[in-house]
């Protein structure tokens, strides 16, 4: 079955960017017709969609974000990641990425999640 | 943007009483709504999507209803592993894909 993994740096200071890779097992990024999104969640706090990046490899951001936010897919190793530039304190959550689907007849949701990463904007 | 919002904040019942979630769209989002259960320390999990159908391997206890702005999320006898947060989301209009702030089913 397919799983999701991020992997990427616990702490990020202020100003820097944060990078977060997604590894995929079990299923290909190129597959029709999902959407390889990124969720977070600040601690104590509620979820908020980042951005997403399509099997075609066609992105969709938060606008929220949009200004810092860069997702990419790397199909030859079957990952997709997030960079997102000038962070601050409030860029601090647990990062999740997660498989959905946009399309009829397909469990329309995030159906398939990460277990999650924490990461803490200090200096 | 569409805003999701969820009520009760916190709803403190015991095991075996039914819950009822409710869900509120700014504006319609017609049947393209879904809901995830999320426990302590754990990503969130989908529960149900486009409104009613129950998502793979979710018991029969949970069930989603509503169209256009208005939706609940039932769960119709508590079991103990029931106790969580239940968020809705909505993926009519987007980006940006939203989610409602949360509703917690704790132990009465």
């Known amino acids: 079955q397919v799983q999701l993994q991020e992997s990427g740096p616990g702490l990020v200071k202020p100003s820097e960017t944060l990078s977060l890779t997604c590894t995929v097992s079990?299923?290909?990024?190129?597959?029709?017709?999902?959407?390889w999104g990124w969720i977070r969640q600040p601690p104590g706090k509620g979820l908020e969609w980042i951005g997403s990046i399509s099997y075609s490899e066609r992105t969709y951001y938060n606008p929220s974000l949009e200004s810092r936010l860069t997702i990419s897919a790397d199909t030859s190793k079957n990952q997709f990641s997030l960079r997102l530039s000038s962070v601050t304190a409030a860029d601090t959550a647990v990062y999740y990425c997660?498989?959905?689907?946009?399309?009829?007849?397909?469990?329309?949701?995030?159906?398939?999640w990460g277990q999650g990463t924490m990461a803490t904007v200090s200096s | 943007e569409v805003v999701l919002t969820q009520s009760p904040a916190t709803l403190s019942l015991s095991p075996g009483e039914g819950a009822t979630l409710s869900c509120r769209a700014s504006?319609?989002?017609?049947?393209?709504l879904a809901w995830y259960q999320q426990k302590p320390g754990q990503a969130p999990r989908l529960l149900i999507y486009?409104?009613?159908n129950r998502a793979t391997g979710i018991p029969t206890r949970f069930s989603g209803s509503g169209s256009g702005t208005d939706f609940t999320l039932t769960i119709s006898s508590l079991e103990p592993e029931d106790f969580a947060v239940y968020y809705c989301?909505?993926?009519?209009?987007?980006?940006?894909?939203?989610f409602g702030g949360g509703t917690k089913v704790e132990i009465k």
């Open positions: 989301q909505q993926r009519y209009a987007w980006p940006p894909l939203t």
């Open positions: 997660a498989r959905h689907s946009d399309t009829g007849g397909y469990q329309n949701g995030f159906h398939i």
């Open positions: 486009d409104a009613s």
């Open positions: 504006q319609t989002v017609y049947s393209y």
């Open positions: 079990g299923g290909s990024i190129s597959s029709s017709p999902y959407y």
